[in-house]
């Protein structure tokens, strides 16, 4: 009888010990998927900011980097935002490397 309650709490130990690690590898896959849709979405995001037109769209609306010099409001939430779409302007060379990294690895996995 003792016997047979040790072997029955050795085979759920190594059952739980199975389940925790089937677990721990699927916990970590979805952390690793989750920073990729993460990193995609900061990539459609950058795209979306580095294609904005300053004459047609920003100018009118005052959010021009010239403005922005004239105002001297350079640590203001405005001030920031406007610096991130310049920032995005000017790294529009490295934003297409990466998009074609980004779809050639989407090609390539699936």
């Known amino acids: 009888m003792n016997l ?3 072997v029955r709490n050795r ?3 190594s059952s739980f ?3 925790f690690s089937n677990t721990h590898l699927i916990s970590s ?3 690793i998927m989750g920073f ?3 990193m995609e979405g900061l990539l459609l995001f950058a795209n979306a900011l580095a294609i904005l037109n300053e004459d047609r769209f920003l100018a009118p609306k005052g959010w ?3 403005e922005l010099h004239q105002t001297g409001k350079r640590n203001s939430l405005k001030g920031q935002i406007i ?3 310049h920032a995005c302007h ?3 060379l490295p934003l297409m490397l990466f998009n074609l990294i980004v779809i050639v690895f989407k090609l390539f996995s699936g």
């Open 4 to 6: 047979m309650v040790q």
């Open 11 to 13: 085979s759920q130990a």
């Open 17 to 19: 010990q199975q389940d």
């Open 29 to 31: 896959h979805l952390i």
């Open 36 to 38: 990729w849709t993460l």
């Open 64 to 66: 021009t980097l010239a």
């Open 83 to 85: 610096g991130l779409i």
């Open 90 to 92: 000017y790294m529009r």
